[in-house]
């Protein structure tokens, strides 16, 4: 029988002894360390560590979870047992454009993402076909003034009926709640133009356009109730010339934007973000 497959991520006040402790327990354990990255944050003073293992086949999280105990306790470690073999499901939630969302599905698709697309959710009805040529569970549900505290308890009764472990906003254009953001905090990655607060509103792209801007770009983020200012977990710019048009910079940045959200996504999937106060810790 095949081995079983953990990722450890663990956080704690640095101090010596914390790598030691940690894979002697592991190897009593009998589990095998297949990949292992650690930081230690010297402003902050805090240590974090990555570490993904092959245990004896059978093996459970709650066992890993016993045996390190003792370091855990002793370290006053902040710890997450992630078992590889459980295939993390994922609602995407969309607006009108969907470049971002058929690059997730593509990328689902040919095995680079490994994630369970559960639903998408839109305020528009714009994806409808594509995403049930897919095979994939849509719900259309329109967001007013008076409606939108209705539609996020919908989303947040859709999290725990489906049991989702991430929401990705692939340019879904409503701005979450504080409350909402709060509820599923940690569990929500966004993506935005990098022009953010420079060019905010309409057509961001042809701002820029006009401006003449020679770097364009996105970034990738956890949501919280700050708008666009969560912790960073990717991003990319692009040099563009004033030969381009408003039209070329939009084309540029669509691309810039799926990928780098695609790329988040896979971070968070696989463990590799850690949050450290306002900024993120990402092992590669």
């Avoid at 004033?242 to 999937?269: C, N, Q």
Wanted: charged letters at 25%; aromatic letters at 6%; glycine letters at 6%.
């Amino acid at each position: 029988m095949s081995n079983s497959h953990f990722v450890i991520t663990l956080g704690c006040a640095d101090q010596p002894g914390i790598v030691a402790a940690v894979t002697a327990e592991l190897a009593r354990l009998g589990a095998n360390i297949a990949e292992s990255g650690q930081f230690w944050d010297r402003e902050s003073n805090r240590f974090f560590m990555r570490i993904a293992i092959e245990a004896p086949s059978g093996t459970r999280a709650d066992a890993i979870a016993a045996a390190l105990q003792e370091p855990v306790t002793r370290f006053d470690m902040q710890i997450d047992i992630n078992n590889r073999a459980k295939r993390p499901k994922i609602i995407i939630m969309v607006s009108k454009f969907d470049h971002a969302l058929l690059h997730l599905i593509y990328q689902i698709r040919v095995g680079w993402l490994d994630a369970e697309v559960v639903a998408v959710v839109s305020n528009h009805d714009d994806s409808r076909k594509r995403a049930e040529s897919e095979g994939l569970t849509f719900h259309h549900w329109p967001v007013a003034r008076d409606t939108k505290a209705a539609q996020e308890q919908k989303l947040i009764d859709l999290v725990e009926e489906t049991g989702a472990d991430l929401v990705v906003l692939a340019r879904y254009m409503q701005v979450l709640s504080d409350n909402l953001s709060r509820q599923l905090s940690g569990k929500v990655i966004n993506i935005h133009h990098s022009f953010l607060p420079s060019f905010k509103g309409a057509k961001p792209y042809h701002q820029a356009h006009e401006r003449g801007v020679k770097l364009i770009g996105a970034t990738a983020h956890y949501v919280t109730a700050d708008l666009d200012e969560g912790p960073i977990i990717e991003q990319e710019t692009e040099r563009v010339s004033h030969a381009m048009t408003g039209d070329d910079l939009v084309a540029t940045g669509r691309d810039i934007e799926a990928r780098v959200l695609a790329r988040a996504v896979k971070l968070h999937l696989e463990s590799r973000v850690m949050l450290n106060g306002r900024k993120t810790v990402v092992f590669g």
